[in-house]
């Protein structure tokens, strides 16, 4: 160390040149094509040509040695590891500047690629042979002979040369393939220094881009407002080279290439994705699962939701008349002593959680919570009427649309008295109506289709109790016959603006909410953990007592063995006299034990006082998840839908062709200020002119790259 230097702290001296990089109040670097240079108080001090290796890393290491830098400056100033410095450093106290010649890497020796070698693998392969019979006949190892091939411009090689810092992106007039994206080591430094709060997109232009296509779902993606909703809710003030919007995209563009989870990263090329997220390749799977726990901690997924409803709401406003409102059930089979719920579509009880949604007129998700454990549908279509009330204002009337399990007259009554319309079954017993009754009833739906039911209708009046007062509620039922089965639908709904077609379409409509979970569960992974972080459960929460059903259990055996008794009392009591009744006493005084202890058994006791390790999961990173799934769902269904004009089978293949499209190679290609994206021809003429036609929709919408100012363009090749 040669000691610290006073340096001066007036304004007498030169401001360093325009362009250079600010390592502290007195000291700058300026690099250039043409070289560098370390300016002092706006003097030159160091400088160096632009191939002068052992210059540059001795003028980093002087400022660190005379005092007018620290390290960590010096460090993100030459956007180098902190690390390299300190090699640097020990280097120059051994053996002074010789100790900054770059050691060669590799081989020792002379090259195994002799001029005559290389002319024979270039013979060779102009002759058709593979790069392993090419080894084989030179008696070279397999990556010496693609080293050879390198030189000899194979088209078999990558066509980036080595050691450049930027791709080529152009032979000719042609765009190179696979072009890799240029290293963002430098942004990597200022992010892990502080200086960096998340890394801009940079767009890696070339041809047959793998899984390019992916960017067709940008534009719906943004109207969803998912990016926009991540940055202003978590609004985090850390430095990172990956920004939330980078992590969102990530999982987005998993999604659609076939990864449910993020740990499918580990299946995808990091560089392929990173293309489309506009870095040199993306997140690791630690680093995504660090990243969203720190978004979790958080605990703002319900203002995530909220946000993404409003915006939901103002995009699709005319689905937005009709909700349904239903629970999913995800199985738990881990060895935490969570709380049971019954899984109808295995159809048994076992460890689950609950989350209630809602979901628009076309089934695409608008809200979601986790429900509290036992409860039921009823009690939490109470609070759907709150959050959607919240989302339409005091004046708007919706319908809300369930299931039988949230039959309750009491609530029809007070729905209609919040101004609400619903709409659900009747609950059994059912009273059948007159085969006589019904005819032929008919409506276009919204897809075009023609709907036919046989249909019978009239008013119908309900009771139920509110305190100790019997009411009435009069609402409208429709009921429709299959003919087939001779099954009758029995509908019940507050709206009389409706034909009784269209009420029996949108009741049956609701097939929409449940094929939304199932597209959800088996492609987006709508079940996964995401997160094993558990919480204690609420321990004071009341739960039904199974002692009390073992109680009343033993009371029913109590009273059939009551019966039993008298029923061969005559007859023992002829054959034994007055001993016969004792049977029957015995069995009586059972009885009244088994009810004095039904009696004293509590119905309901609080859950801690029988699974005091009661957990559940915390699920606020798998909320967040289910944000990004429930948003490209929707993303890609205003895909789906956009096919319908130009796809004549469009009902039965729209989202499988939409998965082709997404996951086919595809040319990226900046012009001015647009972004072409050219995705190659798909398996057939006819989906190709629909992926075609729908690039014409989405061009009109002047959709901007996230995080740019490129507008998105779009189309097919030969289309």
């Not at 362009?19 to 160091?46: C, H, K, P, R």
């Not at 047959?208 to 969803?224: H, Y």
């Not at 009491?410 to 609950?427: Q, V």
């Not at 949108?506 to 569960?521: D, G, I, K, T, V």
């Amino acid at each position: 160390m040669l000691g610290w230097v006073l340096w001066p702290t007036d304004d007498r001296f030169p401001s360093p040149p325009a362009g250079a990089i600010v390592v502290n109040d007195g000291v700058s670097l300026l690099e250039t094509d043409e070289g560098g240079a370390v300016f002092l108080f706006g003097m030159a001090s160091w400088c160096f040509e632009p191939d002068d290796v052992v210059g540059r890393r001795l003028a980093a290491v002087q400022l660190v040695e005379t005092g007018a830098a620290n390290p960590t400056e010096v460090a993100a100033a030459f956007a180098i590891e902190f690390e390299t410095l300190r090699r640097w450093r020990h280097r120059w106290r051994e053996a002074g500047v010789t100790g900054f010649s770059p050691k060669r890497s590799g081989p020792k020796g002379p090259s195994k690629l002799s001029e005559e070698v290389v002319a024979e693998i270039a013979r060779l392969d102009a002759d058709g042979l593979g790069l392993r019979a090419i080894a084989r006949t030179v008696g070279l190892d397999p990556s010496t002979v693609r080293r050879g091939l390198n030189g000899t411009g194979s088209s078999r090689t990558s066509s980036t040369p080595a050691g450049a810092s930027v791709p080529v992106v152009r032979q000719g007039d042609e765009l190179v393939p696979l072009t890799k994206p240029a290293p963002r080591q430098a942004d990597r430094v200022l992010a892990r220094w502080g200086l960096l709060r998340g890394a801009q997109p940079m767009i890696c232009v070339g041809s047959d881009q793998p899984n390019a296509g992916a960017l067709l779902v940008v534009p719906t993606l943004v109207s969803t407002g998912l990016l926009d909703g991540f940055e202003e809710v978590f609004d985090l003030d850390r430095a990172a080279f990956y920004s939330v919007r980078a992590l969102v995209l990530t999982f987005v563009f998993c999604l659609v290439l076939g990864e449910a989870r993020v740990e499918g990263l580990t299946r995808i090329d990091p560089v392929d994705l990173g293309r489309l997220i506009g870095l040199d390749r993306a997140p690791e799977v630690k680093s995504m699962r660090r990243r969203m726990d720190e978004l979790a901690a958080l605990d703002k997924s319900d203002e995530l939701f909220a946000r993404l409803a409003k915006t939901h709401l103002d995009v699709a406003h005319d689905a937005c008349g009709l909700f349904y409102v239903d629970g999913h059930v995800r199985a738990y089979y881990g060895a935490a002593n969570l709380s049971k719920a019954h899984i109808a579509r295995v159809r048994i009880a076992g460890p689950a959680e609950l989350d209630t949604w809602i979901c628009d007129a076309n089934g695409e998700g608008v809200l979601c919570w986790t429900t509290t454990p036992g409860a039921s549908l009823v009690g939490e279509l109470e609070r759907a009427t709150t959050e959607i009330r919240g989302l339409l204002g005091p004046h708007a009337r919706p319908t809300i649309v369930f299931d039988r399990g949230g039959y309750s007259p009491r609530l029809f009554a007070e729905l209609d008295e919040a101004g609400f319309d619903m709409l659900t079954y009747n609950k059994a017993p059912i009273t059948p109506e007159e085969q006589d009754a019904f005819t032929i009833h008919e409506m276009t739906d919204d897809l075009g289709r023609l709907q036919r039911y046989e249909l019978a209708e009239h008013m119908i009046e309900l009771t139920y109790k509110r305190g100790k007062v019997e009411r009435t509620f009069t609402c409208r039922q429709v009921t429709r016959l299959d003919r087939k089965s001779s099954h009758q639908s029995q509908i019940l709904t507050t709206r009389r603006d409706l034909s009784a077609a269209e009420v029996a379409y949108a009741m049956f409509s609701r097939w929409r909410q449940e094929n939304f979970f199932r597209y959800l569960r088996l492609n987006y992974g709508l079940d996964a953990m995401d997160s094993y972080a558990k919480k204690p459960d609420d321990l004071d929460r009341n739960i039904p007592n199974p002692a009390k059903r073992a109680a009343a259990a033993t009371v029913r055996n109590a009273k059939r063995a009551v019966r039993d008794a008298e029923a061969v009392v005559t007859r023992v009591t002829l054959e034994q006299g007055s001993s016969g009744l004792r049977g029957l006493d015995h069995a009586d005084d059972e009885l009244e034990v088994a009810i004095a202890t039904r009696r004293a058994t509590p119905t309901r006791v609080t859950l801690g006082t029988l699974h005091p390790d009661a957990e559940r999961l915390d699920g606020e990173r798998k909320r967040l998840h289910d944000a990004i799934r429930m948003a490209t769902y929707n993303a890609t269904s205003s895909l789906a839908r956009l096919m319908h004009p130009h796809y004549r089978r469009a009902e039965d293949e729209a989202r499988m062709v939409i998965r082709e499209a997404l996951t086919s190679p595809a040319d990226l290609e900046v012009v001015g200020d647009e972004l072409h994206v050219r995705i190659n021809p798909l398996s057939a003429p006819r989906r190709s002119r629909a992926i075609a036609g729908i690039c014409a929709e989405l061009n009109a919408t002047e959709t901007l790259y996230p995080g740019t100012n490129l507008r998105l363009v779009y189309s097919v090749k030969g289309f």
